[in-house]
Structures are given as structure tokens and as C-alpha cells.
């Protein structure tokens, strides 16, 4: 069965910092392009950053850039968004996605609350 768990969300300040993890099982993890979306209120899902399936080659959305670090740990199973200077407009739920070929799984979310 596959599984994609999101944790790390919570309510945080400006300025602050959060630390996302997605748990995978039930498929190859290794081999899966990794991304992490958010979705805010009346807005659409948009792609906050990528790694490809050996964590060499990352890509980012231009307001996340210097801000957000992705990773991945293949002996875990485990992909992280590390979140720094948070603002308020990256409040959203955040997803995992796990992409390889047609193949293509989505975690359940974590939201993430940026206010003072």
C-alpha cells in the first residue's frame, strides 16, 4: 500500500522556521522525483520545490528561493522541506508528491500557519 505522511506543520511567526518530513512506503522511493505543492485558501496548488531521485539537481519557485531548502534521505524514505524566514503568504496546506513515469502519489497534506 502506498503511503505519503506529511508532519512538521504547525503555527509559527514571522521570521521563523519550520522543518517539513514525508514519510514514504509502498513504492521504490529511490527512483521517484520528490516535490513538495502547497495550496492556500481560495488559491490553486502550486509547486514549491523538486528533487530529482538522487538529490542532485533541486529547483524552487522564484518566492521560495533562499528561503526553503529541499532534501532527501533514500535510506529513510524521507523527503524534507526545511522552511526559513516564514511569511505570512507562505501559509498554505503543504503536499508531497512522488512522480516516476506514469506513476504519480500524493500525500494528504500539513498545514502550515504563518502568523504573529
Known amino acids: 500500500q502506498v503511503q505519503l505522511v506529511e508532519s512538521g506543520g504547525g503555527v509559527v511567526q514571522p521570521g521563523g522556521s519550520l522543518r517539513l518530513s514525508c514519510a514514504a512506503s509502498?513504492?521504490?522511493?529511490?527512483?521517484?522525483?520528490m516535490s513538495w505543492y502547497r495550496q492556500a485558501p481560495g488559491k490553486e496548488r502550486e509547486l514549491v520545490a523538486t528533487i530529482t531521485n538522487g538529490g542532485r539537481s533541486t529547483n524552487y519557485a522564484d518566492s521560495v528561493k533562499g528561503r526553503f531548502t529541499i532534501s532527501r534521505d533514500n535510506a529513510k524514505n524521507t523527503v524534507y522541506l526545511q522552511m526559513n524566514s516564514l511569511k505570512p503568504e507562505d501559509t498554505a496546506v503543504y503536499y508531497c508528491r512522488a512522480k516516476f513515469l506514469n506513476f504519480d502519489y500524493w500525500g494528504q497534506g500539513t498545514q502550515v500557519t504563518v502568523s504573529s
Open positions: 509502498g513504492f521504490t522511493f529511490s527512483i521517484y522525483v
